[in-house]
């Protein structure tokens, strides 16, 4: 069943994702606001729009992959945005990670056209983007996410409809906490390994075997051996994960110690100039907490 996609935000994750639907048949019509990132969705088969408004006119669905809450805002809301310009009935895909209160927003506006919202922010990294594997937490109405699944197969191997809107992006805040925890603790496990002068490679290979293992040891514990601090995942899209983590627990009086400490040694290796730093650089602040 070929669908007419338009494809807002071509970037590290939106580049692959839509051509990965290109190749399974879909007619996907992309705008970014880099040219660069709309040369390379043209260069895989797709078409090239000059604006919002031109990419989703004639679009059955909508999916946006864009930084971060005002982009999203933009995206949706603005003069010549999506909910002004696409038919009753169009199945509108946010996959980009926000607050839920704002994919709420969303959908309350976009019901108010007619239009089928869902939630859907993915974990997997650029990697888990270029190979199609990504995990993929939806949001919204059974019906719309049933309707929206054989698209979502094409960019993910774990897809699961965890609630109402919003609820996906509250289970993706989740995803966060645990993933910048964990790089943390890997980083400082591996500076304990190196300073006791032990063999990290060796120490990585075993820990990988046993409870400590996990994907982020296996993928970013190799990232920080060889350091390679090229994004990936930027530290400035953490910093604003970690944000709506803490904002949210707060809201629901909630004390999350480690998600608080967290939260700030992302925000200080951003103070610090980091932020464009792939997340792996949080081994890079403990460094200097430890004065290399
Ligand atoms: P990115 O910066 O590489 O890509 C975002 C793209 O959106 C850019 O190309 C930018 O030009 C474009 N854009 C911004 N505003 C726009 C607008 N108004 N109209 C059209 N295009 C616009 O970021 P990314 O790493 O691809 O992340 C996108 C989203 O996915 C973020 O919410 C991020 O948190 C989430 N995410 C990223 C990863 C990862 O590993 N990179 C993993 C999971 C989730």
Redesign the pocket.
């Known amino acids: 069943d070929t669908k007419r996609i338009g494809f ?8 692959p994702m839509a051509a990965h639907l290109v190749r399974a048949g879909h007619r996907v019509t992309g ?4 040219r660069a ?1 709309i040369d390379r969705l043209v260069a895989a088969g797709g078409e090239g729009a000059a604006d ?1 408004a031109d990419a989703v006119r004639h679009a059955d669905v909508v999916i946006t ?4 809450d005002p ?2 805002e ?2 949706m809301f ?1 003069a010549g945005g999506v909910l002004e310009t696409v038919a009753p009935g169009t199945l509108v895909i946010d ?4 607050k839920p209160g704002t994919s709420i927003a969303v959908a309350e506006a976009g019901a108010e056209r007619e239009l089928r919202v869902l939630d859907a ?6 990697a ?2 270029i190979e199609a594997v ?1 995990s993929i937490m939806v949001g919204g109405t059974e019906q719309d996410f049933a309707a929206a699944l054989p698209l979502f197969e094409v960019l993910g191997r774990t897809i699961v409809h965890v609630g109402p809107h919003g609820a996906g992006q509250t289970v ?1 805040a989740a995803n ?1 906490l645990i993933v910048a925890g964990n790089i943390q603790l890997v980083a400082e496990a591996l500076l304990f390994l190196e300073r006791a002068g032990v063999d990290t490679e060796a120490g990585l290979k075993v820990l990988a075997g046993g409870l400590a293992g996990s994907a982020v040891l296996d993928r970013k514990g190799r990232v920080m051996r060889d350091r390679d601090f090229t ?4 530290i400035d ?2 910093h ?2 970690m944000g709506i983590v803490t904002e949210s627990a707060r809201e629901f009086d909630l004390v999350l110690p480690l998600a608080g400490l967290t939260a700030q040694l992302v925000a200080s290796l951003r103070a610090q100039g980091g932020g464009g730093l792939d997340h792996c650089g949080l081994l890079l602040g403990l460094e200097r907490l430890n004065g290399h």
Do not use: C, N, T, W
């Open positions: 807002i935000g071509l970037g590290i994750m939106g580049g705008y970014d606001l880099e990132a919002i992959m864009v930084p971060a982009q999203v933009r995206v603005g996959m980009s990670s926000i922010p993915v974990s997997g990294g650029e888990g983007a990504l993706k966060q994004p990936g995942f930027r899209l953490h604003k994960d």
